[in-house]
């Protein structure tokens, strides 16, 4: 298949079973967006990460013929912002379980090769265990994940663009402001935006960027994560203030540009055959243990 896509991406939702049906027989990709319904800060909607996400996926899903946009998945894991009004959580193990029955119900159906595209950093390591859990079940799928900030296109523009530097995009500053303005700049209230770096952060801990960058006298990053009221005042993690629709622009071609990236490899990535090592006549159902059930 080609990258000649229209201007629309294909959507799963939209196909009747016979056309399902085909897209897996021809050997569609399967894009699946996953976003959250949280706070982000006093200026932004609690939509952002699935407004971001969705924007990111679906310019990237048209420019193909062989790829699917799936709907997104709506809520994520945000327990640890449960301290600030909006947000909805999703139980960690139901959120995994949820994702790995949609892909295992796309696998089902035919289809070798799910990407799970992220908008949500909390969801980020669930979203690893449940593609890898995916592929225990179904040895012949690839289903791979990735979070958009994480994209080397977005961090080396936002290298090259952005004002507030180092943490100024952690949650709901910069970045993800910018972009959302581009996007839905009459929803935008930057009266209410906010600088909010006041939280806690030493060499090692709390030095949380969206696009990886540190300070200079920072050094090995290690996870702690607790109630968002006792790192943030407003919401934010970072500078809202700087924020700009022209950022926001340049930051969702970046992205929209290395997902088209990630599409071409991952549509010819090879899928490889288990090739068990043991001596002995090992039988598949001897690994019903380590798939999930």
């Given at each position: 298949?080609?990258?000649?896509?229209?201007s629309v991406?294909?959507?799963?939702?939209?196909?009747?079973?016979?056309e399902?049906?085909?897209a897996?027989?021809?050997?569609?990709?399967?894009v699946?967006?996953?976003?959250?319904?949280?706070?982000?800060?006093?200026?932004?909607?609690?939509?952002?990460?699935?407004?971001?996400?969705?924007?990111?996926c679906?310019?990237?899903?048209?420019?193909?013929?062989?790829a699917l946009?799936?709907?997104?998945?709506?809520?994520?894991?945000?327990?640890?912002?449960?301290?600030f009004?909006?947000?909805?959580?999703?139980?960690?193990?139901?959120?995994?379980?949820?994702?790995?029955?949609?892909?295992?119900?796309?696998?089902?159906h035919?289809?070798?090769r799910v990407?799970l595209?992220?908008g949500?950093?909390?969801?980020?390591?669930?979203?690893?265990?449940?593609?890898?859990?995916?592929m225990?079940?179904?040895?012949?799928?690839?289903?791979a994940m990735l979070?958009?900030w994480e994209?080397?296109?977005?961090r080396?523009?936002?290298?090259?663009?952005?004002?507030a530097?180092?943490?100024?995009?952690?949650?709901?500053?910069?970045?993800e402001?910018?972009i959302?303005m581009?996007?839905?700049?009459?929803?935008?209230?930057?009266?209410a935006a906010?600088r909010d770096?006041?939280?806690?952060e030493?060499r090692h801990?709390?030095?949380?960027?969206?696009?990886g960058q540190?300070?200079?006298?920072?050094s090995?990053?290690?996870t702690?994560?607790?109630?968002?009221s006792?790192?943030?005042?407003?919401?934010?993690l970072?500078?809202?203030?700087?924020?700009?629709?022209?950022t926001?622009?340049?930051?969702?071609e970046?992205?929209i540009?290395?997902?088209?990236?990630?599409?071409k490899e991952f549509?010819?990535?090879?899928?490889?055959?288990i090739d068990?090592?043991?001596?002995?006549?090992?039988?598949?159902?001897?690994y019903?243990?380590f798939?999930?059930?």
């Amino acid at each position: 298949m080609s990258c000649d896509g229209g201007s629309v991406p294909r959507r799963y939702d939209e196909l009747t079973w016979p056309e399902v049906d085909e897209a897996a027989e021809d050997g569609a990709m399967a894009v699946v967006p996953v976003g959250a319904t949280e706070d982000h800060g006093p200026h932004l909607p609690l939509d952002v990460d699935r407004r971001i996400v969705e924007a990111v996926c679906e310019p990237a899903v048209a420019a193909r013929d062989d790829a699917l946009l799936f709907p997104t998945v709506n809520h994520g894991y945000l327990p640890h912002h449960m301290d600030f009004p909006g947000g909805i959580t999703i139980r960690w193990r139901t959120f995994v379980d949820y994702v790995v029955d949609v892909c295992v119900s796309l696998a089902h159906h035919g289809f070798e090769r799910v990407l799970l595209v992220n908008g949500h950093g909390s969801n980020h390591h669930l979203l690893e265990l449940a593609s890898r859990q995916v592929m225990l079940q179904y040895p012949s799928v690839r289903c791979a994940m990735l979070s958009w900030w994480e994209i080397d296109e977005v961090r080396e523009t936002a290298s090259a663009v952005r004002e507030a530097g180092p943490q100024g995009s952690a949650h709901a500053g910069e970045m993800e402001t910018s972009i959302y303005m581009h996007l839905y700049p009459e929803r935008v209230d930057m009266d209410a935006a906010a600088r909010d770096v006041d939280y806690p952060e030493s060499r090692h801990f709390n030095n949380l960027d969206l696009a990886g960058q540190t300070r200079p006298e920072d050094s090995t990053p290690v996870t702690m994560l607790g109630w968002w009221s006792t790192i943030s005042e407003t919401g934010i993690l970072g500078d809202a203030t700087v924020a700009s629709t022209e950022t926001g622009e340049l930051l969702l071609e970046a992205a929209i540009e290395g997902l088209g990236s990630v599409l071409k490899e991952f549509a010819e990535y090879p899928i490889r055959s288990i090739d068990d090592r043991h001596a002995r006549t090992v039988t598949d159902r001897e690994y019903d243990p380590f798939r999930p059930r």
